[in-house]
């Protein structure tokens, strides 16, 4: 199992629902088989976008994200 950084598990995500409702692909299978994912994961991430959107695609993005724990530690000093 592989494991990509937060933006491109949603790039992935995006694309896969992408080629379900255009058409491109038609069953889980095929999505999984084109974009090397698991059936499983296809269609969660189907009927999530089906009950929230895109957006219920997007990555969570949080503080730790955003600025290393190293820089946060700089920025949340006090002066």
Avoid: C, H, K
């Amino acid at each position: 199992m592989r494991r990509l950084p937060p933006a491109a598990q949603e790039d992935l995500r995006l694309r896969v629902v992408s080629a379900l409702e255009s058409g491109r692909v038609r069953t889980y299978g095929q999505a999984a088989e084109v974009f090397g994912v698991s059936e499983r994961s296809a269609g969660t991430w189907w009927r999530a976008f089906l009950g929230g959107g895109r957006q219920a695609l997007l990555a969570a993005v949080s503080a730790y994200n955003l600025i290393s724990i190293a820089r946060y530690d700089l920025v949340a000093r006090p002066s």
